[in-house]
Each structure stands twice: as structure tokens, then as C-alpha cells.
């Protein structure tokens, strides 16, 4: 009986030992980055609330940074005062407006327009007798509005020199340019108003056309120096 109960006593003075026994462990740790580049990207150009004329809508409509989104718009004769041939004035408050479906996900983006022709341009029209005047180009102001909260884009093409007198030879094409810098980053619909002001010179007969960009994110390059042959 005496033997029974000092093994029992030595069996019980073990069970301790165990539960303190540990385990080796290691860890790792693993750092993962990702990188968003600076990006600008257009996804559409829609046809505004108060756009007017014929609208093509436009190409490329998933979002390419490598190629242009293109739409177009004929106004047909609504820039034109049919009974005196000259060019009608935008309603106050009012335009020919597109929708620009975009984004830029970084602040400090330009927000920039330019005009391949300076206003839209008739390049086809009859000569011009010796001693009259008729209008070869419509001036016309485009915008860009309601971008986030900052100041408008504002693009004047009137071209230059006296439009009056070019003749179909001599009609000049200008690049013209305006450019914001948004400091916050967007991603939100914008519009693009295109307005005209009453000029009292007829229009000569013809087609007149112009091709109005717009770019975010980085400036127009300058357009190179003029130089005198």
C-alpha cells in the first residue's frame, strides 16, 4: 500500500512538466505595393441638352488612352440668319452643348482646348469679287464647364486677319488654345458649350467646318515658332 502511493505522488509531479512544454514558430512578413499611374481618360462624347443639328455619336467608347474618342456635329443652316446670309448669335445662356464622359485620377491635370482652323472656315466657296466683303469664317466660343468647381476653359477661335477679304487661295489656318489647371482629381460628367455672336456681313455660300479638341491631362505642345522666309 505504501509502495501504490509514492508512484501515484511521482506520476502527479510529471503532469506539470508537460504543459509548459513550447513550440518553435517563425513568421514572415510580406509587403505588397501597387502602383496607379497618372491617368486622363475620356469614355464618351454625348450629345448635350441643348445640342442642335445632326450628331454623329462618337467612336472608341471603352476607355483606349491610345486612341482619339471623335464625334461630330452639322449644325447645318442654324448658325445662319437665312433671310440676310450672316451669322445668328447664340440665345443668352445658351449653346450648342456636348457631354464629356471622363475622368482624371490626379490633381494638377490641365484642362485644354484647341481649334484647327480658328473658327469654322469655308474653304470652298466662289471667289470674291474685287471690292466685297463676305465672311469666310464663323467665329465661335467653346468652353468647358462644370468640371469639379474650378474656373473655366475658355477657347476663342476667330482666327486672324481681315476674313473678308481671303480669297479661296489665301484662306489662313490658326491654332488657338486655352488651358485650366484642375487641382482636384474628378470623375464626373462635363460639358462643352459652343456659342456664336451676331455678325452683320454676309457668309458666302459653302460648307464651314472646324475640328474643336479637347485634352485632359497634359498641354497642348506649343505650337512652333512663326519665322519669316
Not at 11 to 30: C, Y
Not at 157 to 182: F, H, W
Not at 196 to 204: E, G
Amino acid at each position: 500500500m505504501k509502495k501504490l502511493l509514492m508512484l501515484a505522488a511521482a506520476a502527479a509531479a510529471i503532469l506539470p512538466m508537460t504543459a509548459q512544454a513550447t513550440v518553435n514558430s517563425a513568421q514572415g512578413v510580406i509587403t505588397l505595393t501597387a502602383n496607379s499611374n497618372n491617368t486622363c481618360a475620356i469614355r464618351a462624347i454625348i450629345r448635350g441638352r441643348d445640342g442642335a443639328g445632326t450628331y454623329t455619336p462618337s467612336s472608341n467608347t471603352t476607355v483606349n488612352n491610345l486612341v482619339d474618342v471623335t464625334a461630330s456635329l452639322n449644325f447645318g443652316d442654324l448658325l445662319m440668319n437665312q433671310t440676310n446670309a450672316n451669322t445668328n448669335a447664340s440665345a443668352a445662356n445658351s449653346g450648342h452643348d456636348f457631354y464629356l464622359r471622363a475622368f482624371c485620377n490626379y490633381a494638377g491635370h490641365t484642362v485644354s482646348l484647341k481649334s484647327a482652323n480658328g473658327g469654322l472656315i469655308n474653304t470652298t466657296g466662289p471667289q470674291i469679287a474685287a471690292g466685297s466683303t463676305f465672311n469666310k469664317r464663323i467665329p465661335y466660343q467653346a468652353e468647358i464647364r462644370d468640371w469639379n468647381s474650378g474656373p473655366f476653359a475658355v477657347l476663342n477661335a476667330t482666327g486672324a486677319g481681315a476674313d473678308g477679304s481671303l480669297t479661296n487661295a489665301d484662306v489662313r489656318t490658326v491654332t488657338a488654345s486655352s488651358l485650366i489647371t484642375e487641382k482636384a482629381v474628378n470623375n464626373d460628367n462635363s460639358s462643352i458649350r459652343i456659342t456664336t455672336a451676331a455678325n452683320s456681313t454676309p457668309l458666302l455660300a459653302g460648307t464651314f467646318s472646324d475640328t474643336l479638341t479637347v485634352r485632359l491631362g497634359s498641354a497642348f505642345p506649343a505650337p512652333p515658332a512663326s519665322t519669316t522666309p
